[in-house]
C-alpha cells in the first residue's frame, strides 16, 4: 500500500527551528517529486515546497523563502522540512504529497499523508 | 506569480442536483490544473488532474473540463458523500504550485 506518514509536528516558540519528517511506503521513493503544503487553522491549502526524485531541484513558496529547506534521503524513504525562523503564521498542519508522475517534476499529488501540527507559539 | 481564483466560495446544493465549481487563472496555465476534494480533519483527495483527467477510483460523476484560464469541476448527481471543500491547483508555473481558496459545498 502506498502511504506517507509525517512526524516531527509539535508547539515550539517564536524564532525556533523544527523538523519534520516524511516516511514513505510501498513505491520507489526516488523517482518521484515529493512536496509539502500546509493548511492553516480554518483556512485553505497553501504549498510550501517541492523537490525533484533525485534532490537536485527544489522549489519554495515566497512565504518561507530563506527560512525554510526541503531535502529527502532515498537510502531511508523520507522526505524533511527544516523550518527556522518560525513565526506565528507558520502555524498549521504540515501535510507531505507525491507527485502523480515520474515524468514531471510538478504534478498532480496523488498521495498525501495524514498531517503533523506545527504550532508557533509564546 | 500564477493567482487561482475561485468562485463561488460556498455553495448550497442538495443531493441530486448537479453543481459546478469555476476556477480561474491570472495568466494561462494550458491544462495543468487539478482538483481535490477535502473533508474536515483529513487530507485532501485527488479527484481530476490535467483539467479533465479523472483520477483512478474516482466516481464518475465528476468531471472537469477547461483550458487556458478557465477551468470548470462538475458533479453530474450530489451525493451525501460529497458534501465537502473543493479546491483548484495549478502547476504550470516554474515558481511553484498555486491553491485556489476553496468552495465549500454545503447541504442546502
Known amino acids: 500500500e502506498v502511504q506517507l506518514l509525517e512526524s516531527g509536528g509539535g508547539l515550539v516558540q517564536p524564532g525556533g527551528s523544527l523538523r519534520l519528517s516524511c516516511a514513505a511506503s510501498?513505491?520507489?521513493?526516488?523517482?518521484?517529486?515529493m512536496s509539502w503544503v500546509r493548511q492553516a487553522p480554518g483556512k485553505g491549502l497553501e504549498w510550501v515546497s517541492v523537490?525533484?526524485?533525485?534532490?537536485?531541484?527544489?522549489y519554495y513558496a515566497d512565504s518561507v523563502k530563506g527560512r525554510i529547506t526541503i531535502s529527502r534521503d532515498s537510502s531511508k524513504n523520507t522526505l524533511f522540512l527544516q523550518m527556522n525562523s518560525l513565526r506565528a503564521d507558520d502555524t498549521a498542519v504540515y501535510f507531505c504529497?507525491?507527485?502523480?508522475?515520474?515524468?514531471?517534476?510538478?504534478?498532480?499529488?496523488?498521495?498525501w499523508g495524514q498531517g503533523t501540527m506545527v504550532t508557533v507559539s509564546s | 506569480d500564477i493567482q487561482m481564483t475561485q468562485s463561488p466560495s460556498t455553495l448550497s446544493a442538495s443531493v441530486g442536483d448537479r453543481v459546478t465549481i469555476t476556477c480561474r487563472a491570472s495568466?494561462?496555465?494550458?491544462?495543468?490544473l487539478a482538483w481535490y476534494q477535502q473533508k474536515p480533519g483529513r487530507a485532501p483527495k485527488l479527484l481530476i488532474y490535467?483539467?479533465?483527467s479523472l483520477e483512478s477510483g474516482v466516481p464518475l460523476r465528476f468531471s472537469g473540463s477547461g483550458s487556458g484560464t478557465e477551468f470548470t469541476l462538475t458533479i453530474s448527481s450530489l451525493q451525501p458523500d460529497d458534501f465537502a471543500t473543493y479546491y483548484c491547483?495549478?502547476?504550470?508555473?516554474?515558481?511553484?504550485?498555486?491553491f485556489g481558496q476553496g468552495t465549500k459545498l454545503e447541504i442546502k
Open positions: 504529497a507525491k507527485g502523480r508522475s515520474q515524468l514531471l517534476f510538478l504534478d498532480a499529488f496523488d498521495i
Open positions: 510501498g513505491f520507489t521513493f526516488s523517482s518521484y517529486a
Open positions: 523537490i525533484s526524485g533525485s534532490g537536485g531541484s527544489t
Open positions: 495568466q494561462s496555465i494550458s491544462s495543468w
Open positions: 490535467k483539467a479533465s
Open positions: 491547483q495549478q502547476y504550470n508555473s516554474y515558481s511553484g504550485y498555486t
